[in-house]
């Protein structure tokens, strides 16, 4: 498969616990997303990295929230201490180089965090 | 602040009816927008478009763009059961490559 692939797929959780996701994103991509959807809403931007640089950051986001893309390839979202409003579906999404489709984005399959 | 708003928010048709599904937009820098079918899963890509008046077209669905009135409109004809979703508008801005979505337009086809 060479989609984007999220792990794991679904993370129960208590409050207060850290919870680390990983995603793999298409292997010639070197723009990759993390986004948090709630029901109802759609997918709100977390952060971006550039091969290894992380470009941008919502300034939304708690400093709970931190995301590594080391070697340029896989990146992880880590939330600590989570609490409930943290429940969520994490989507990663990835783009690829240079030309018009370029800004094609195609999402993985999330990774739905329940927090109780 | 950059916005994208869809409407309706909810819309309920019959097997066979022609639907249009809308997306304004008030960004700097725009670049692109895309529109992605979203069912109990992740967003799958349908459309990207980048310039006026170019109609994109796959199967029984459709896009235009116009950036003179700062919109798009999503087409889709012959409505199926498979076609109940929600479907999602997002904008790209250029420089930043940062994507915006519209809280997205909830679509039932009833057979």
């Known amino acids: 498969d060479t989609g984007v692939s999220q792990d794991p797929r679904h993370k129960i959780t208590k409050r207060g616990q850290n919870v680390t996701f990983r995603c793999d994103p298409i292997?010639?991509?070197?723009?990759l997303y993390w986004y948090r959807q709630t029901l109802g809403q759609g997918p709100e931007f977390l952060t971006y990295f550039q091969n290894e640089a992380q470009l941008e950051k919502s300034r939304l986001l708690s400093d709970r929230f931190s995301a590594e893309r080391p070697k340029g390839s896989f990146s992880t979202l880590e939330i600590q201490r989570t609490e409930q409003g943290d429940s969520a579906m994490y989507l990663c999404?990835?783009?690829?180089?240079?030309?018009?489709?370029?800004?094609?984005?195609?999402f993985g399959p999330g990774t739905r965090l329940t927090v109780t | 602040e950059d916005k994208v708003v869809q409407s309706p928010l909810s819309l309920v048709v019959h097997e066979g009816d022609t639907v249009t599904l809308n997306c304004s937009y008030e960004?700097?820098?725009?670049?692109?927008l895309l529109w992605y079918k979203q069912e109990k899963k992740a967003p799958t890509f349908l459309f990207m478009l980048t310039s006026s008046g170019i109609e994109k077209k796959s199967g029984r669905l459709s896009s235009i763009l116009d950036k003179k009135e700062l919109f798009s409109i999503l087409n889709i004809t012959a409505t199926q059961t498979g076609d109940s979703a929600v479907y999602l508008c997002?904008?790209?801005?250029?420089?930043?490559?940062?994507?915006?979505f519209g809280t997205g337009t909830r679509l039932k086809v009833l057979a």
């Open positions: 292997s010639e991509h070197n723009r």
């Open positions: 960004v700097t820098n725009f670049r692109s």
């Open positions: 999404a990835s783009t690829g180089l240079a030309g018009p489709s370029s800004y094609e984005q195609y």
């Open positions: 997002a904008v790209v801005t250029s420089g930043t490559y940062k994507y915006i």
